[in-house]
């Protein structure tokens, strides 16, 4: 991709990883809510390895609603677990890169299965939290609730109402750069780590949202900016998953 701002190959991490993934899922129900933030702010919560990924100057936060389902381990033989392999879950988090390859950094990761809370802490060194969410819909309409049940405290409450497709994001565009992203970054006894994940191209949809009342940013001892944020909704993707390596 040329004439990227920060001089980054954005497409070449869409290519599918070699190896065998680690995991399979299904994500869905899935709300992006982004605003723009001074990079300044987010600077001392990042690890000085990796650089805050910006489009047109500004860095961006995100708030991450969603619901995962088919949860399994790979090879593909390997039948999901009854009780373990749907969750709902919501992260908050940023974008960032290192040595040319850009992905996520989470702040906070919050999920209503100990169990995956647990795997995660462990085996991705995430800051996963447990929670108690709720997830119900009426038509188009969604209401997501959420309460943290660990320190610090956290709740999100939000409807959101369903929208009319758009196109697929292209590169260059604000669309592609907070949604297409195919590596997280984490960090565990002084080690970067990177991982890879595969899917196809996010089938975004619009989204308007009729209330809102959220303290995940705030959790972080962050202010919550006070413009409306870019909304975009996602139906349904399938994500294969890779282990962790030391970056």
Not at 23 to 32: C, E, N, V
Not at 136 to 157: C, H, K, M, V, W
Request: hydrophobic residues 40%.
């Amino acid at each position: 991709m040329t004439n990227d701002p920060n001089g980054l190959d954005r497409l070449a991490p869409r290519e599918r990883p070699d190896g065998q993934p680690l995991m399979h899922q299904s994500w869905g129900k899935l709300l992006f809510m982004h605003w723009r933030i001074a990079a300044a702010e987010l600077r001392p919560l990042i690890p000085a390895e990796l650089e805050i990924d910006t489009f047109d100057g500004s860095a961006w936060i995100a708030v991450v609603p969603f619901t995962m389902w088919d949860t399994r381990a790979l090879p593909p033989y390997v039948p999901a677990v009854p009780g373990l392999s749907t969750m709902h879950e919501l992260n908050v988090r940023t974008y960032v890169y290192r040595d040319g390859v850009p992905g996520v950094w989470f702040f906070s990761l919050d999920c209503n299965s100990r169990a995956a809370v647990f795997g995660a802490r462990t085996f991705f060194h995430l800051p996963y939290y447990n929670a108690d969410i709720e997830l119900q819909q009426e038509g188009d309409n969604i209401d997501y609730t959420l309460l943290r049940s660990e320190r610090p405290a956290a709740e999100f409450q939000c409807r959101w109402t369903i929208g009319e497709a758009l196109p697929l994001s292209e590169p260059g565009s604000l669309e592609f750069f907070l949604t297409e992203r195919y590596c997280l970054y984490s960090q565990h006894a002084g080690n970067l780590y990177r991982g890879r994940i595969h899917h196809q191209a996010w089938p975004l949809q619009k989204a308007t949202v009729s209330s809102v009342d959220s303290t995940m940013i705030e959790a972080q001892d962050l202010n919550t900016p006070v413009d409306d944020p870019l909304l975009h909704y996602a139906e349904e993707l399938t994500v294969d998953i890779w282990a962790l390596r030391k970056v």
